[in-house]
């Protein structure tokens, strides 16, 4: 699926944006059970697995002619996301937030993010969306598979 994508893109003047918005909307989800914390996800299948540092993070890329990332996390803390964020939404046991996306103390030109992170005992468990900001509505499937997750950890 992946190699569609960048093909039809090349040389002929197809709205990338609409390309990548139908693709994402019609590929086959991936479900992706971390074996540490026993939660699921789902990812776009044209995305690959980048890491898994056997702690509860875990992330899946797309590097075309955007980049799309998928990350999970399990951490104590969620507040270096709301450093980043200009949106944040409480609810129950779960917080949404939507920022430009840094990692470390890099920031990504014109790379958003979302997250949903629920909390489950002391610790938080994260699902997040990367994507550049011109395709945002692109993502928005991926929003809202992130928006329903309601993941069960160990």
């Given at each position: ?33 971390d ?8 990812y776009?299948?044209?995305?690959y ?15 075309g ?27 129950r046991d ?11 103390d890099?920031s ?17 468990v ?16 991926m ?12």
């Amino acid at each position: 699926m992946a190699f569609s994508v960048d093909y039809l893109w090349v040389g002929y003047g197809i709205d990338e944006v609409k390309v990548f918005q139908y693709v994402i909307n019609k590929s086959d989800m991936i479900t992706f059970t971390d074996d540490m914390y026993c939660y699921d996800i789902s990812y776009p299948d044209f995305m690959y697995p980048a890491e898994d540092n056997a702690d509860g993070a875990n992330r899946f890329n797309y590097n075309g002619r955007t980049d799309l990332m998928v990350e999970t996390t399990v951490i104590d803390s969620i507040q270096y996301l709301k450093q980043n964020s200009d949106k944040i939404i409480q609810k129950r046991d779960c917080v949404y937030i939507d920022g430009d996306y840094m990692e470390g103390d890099k920031s990504w030109e014109d790379m958003r993010f979302h997250t949903k992170a629920v909390h489950s005992g002391k610790l938080w468990v994260t699902y997040t969306v990367v994507f550049n900001k011109k395709f945002e509505q692109s993502v928005s499937r991926m929003i809202s598979i992130i928006d329903r997750w309601n993941p069960k950890i160990l």
